[in-house]
Structures are given as structure tokens and as C-alpha cells.
């Protein structure tokens, strides 16, 4: 399958860890895009790398929040000191050029 | 600032029925409406790019259209099988400079047989 794909799919931590996902974009693609979703929501950006290099962040994204994407291949999104609030739906998308963005299937993410 | 609403919120349809799903938009320059089909636990699938007023693109028993301030999607008898959440968003110029979509809030499609 040469989607995208994001690991783990489902992740359960206690209030106060930290948890990090992992998105792996089709592999021609140099953009590359996370998103937030929470139930009965669209999706929310949170931030934008294009190659290695991050170029836009939301200001959803706290301080609590980093992404890296090194050697413009996968990228991955830390949350530190998880909070109730953060539970949602992570979606990672990938495009090149003009085309529409592919999405993963997400990870899932419940605080305690 | 860029904002979409979609209307309904939720869609109860019979097996056959036909109906519209609205897509409501404000945008400074428009760089593409999406459609996008969701299903339940899943990350969203493409459908369809529209770019300008007046196009319209279909697949199967869907058919999407433009106009300068808002998008439809129509579907045609559907079945039992489509149902999902069905998500607009749009790409705008100055989205951020880095085309970010904007995504409505989604319209949930029942269909029963």
C-alpha cells in the first residue's frame, strides 16, 4: 500500500505523559500536513512542513506540541504533559504540487 | 478570515432517495473546494477538487458543483454504502501562505434500506 500511514493507530496515556505519533507520507510527496479532529468536527490544521523544513503553525499549537520531519521523509508529533483536552483525532496528510492532500487513517488519542 | 459551513449537520435518507448536501464558503481567493468522504474511525478519502464557478465534477452516484459562494453535493439513489460524514473544505491564496485547507464541520449521510 503506497498511502500514508500513521502508527500507532490508537494510543491511551495518563494525564501528564508524553506520547509521540509518527506519519509516513507517499513517498513522492514533499508536503506534508498535520491536522487535529475532534468528535462531530472537521479537521483543524496544526502545522505545515514542506521537504525537512516547518513553515506554519497554528496557534492551536502549544508550547506542549513539536513536529519534526528530518530528511523531508516521515515526520512526527510530540505532545508533552498530555492533557484531557488533547484527546482527538490525529490526521497527518501528505500532497505535491497543486493536488489535493491525502490523508492517513489517524491516530487516535485518549488522555486519562 | 476564511470560514465553511455545511448544512445539514445530519441526514437521514431512504435507500433511492435523492437529496443535497450543502457547502457554504467565505475565502480570500480561491484555490480549490474539496470534497471528502469520512468514514467512521477513519482519516478522510478524496472525492473531488472543484476550481472555479461553474464546474462540476462526478463520480458514480455523486455529482459535485461550484458556484461563486458555495458547492452541492448531490447524490443520486444512493445506497446503504454511502453513508459516511462528507467534509468541504477549501484552499484559499492567502491561507497561511502555505495552502492549508479550512475544513467545514462535515454532514453525517444516513442511508437505509
Known amino acids: 500500500d503506497t498511502g500514508v500511514s500513521q502508527n500507532p493507530r490508537h494510543k491511551i496515556t495518563k494525564r501528564g505523559q508524553n506520547v509521540t505519533f509518527r506519519c509516513d507520507p507517499i513517498s513522492e510527496h514533499n508536503r506534508l500536513y498535520w491536522y487535529r479532529q475532534t468528535l462531530g468536527q472537521g479537521p483543524e490544521f496544526l502545522t505545515y512542513f514542506q521537504n525537512e523544513a516547518q513553515l506554519e503553525k497554528s496557534r492551536l499549537l502549544s508550547d506542549r506540541f513539536s513536529a519534526e520531519r528530518p530528511k523531508g521523509s516521515f515526520s512526527t508529533l510530540e505532545i508533552q504533559r498530555t492533557e484531557q483536552g488533547d484527546s482527538a483525532m490525529y490526521l497527518c496528510?501528505?500532497?505535491?504540487?497543486?493536488?489535493?492532500?491525502?490523508f492517513g487513517q489517524g491516530t487516535r488519542l485518549t488522555v486519562v | 478570515e476564511d470560514q465553511v459551513t455545511q448544512s445539514p449537520e445530519a441526514l437521514r435518507l431512504q435507500e433511492g432517495e435523492s437529496s443535497s448536501l450543502n457547502c457554504s464558503y467565505t475565502v480570500s481567493g480561491l484555490r480549490g473546494l474539496f470534497w471528502y468522504r469520512q468514514d467512521p474511525g477513519k482519516g478522510p478519502e478524496f472525492l473531488f477538487t472543484l476550481y472555479s464557478a461553474g464546474e462540476e465534477k462526478e463520480k458514480e452516484r455523486l455529482k459535485a458543483t461550484l458556484t461563486k459562494k458555495e458547492s452541492f453535493l448531490h447524490i443520486t439513489a444512493p445506497k446503504p454504502e454511502d453513508s459516511a460524514t462528507y467534509l468541504c473544505a477549501v484552499r484559499s491564496v492567502f491561507s497561511g501562505g502555505y495552502n492549508k485547507l479550512i475544513f467545514g464541520a462535515g454532514t453525517r449521510l444516513a442511508v437505509h434500506p
Open positions: 496528510a501528505s500532497r505535491t504540487g497543486d493536488t489535493e492532500a491525502f
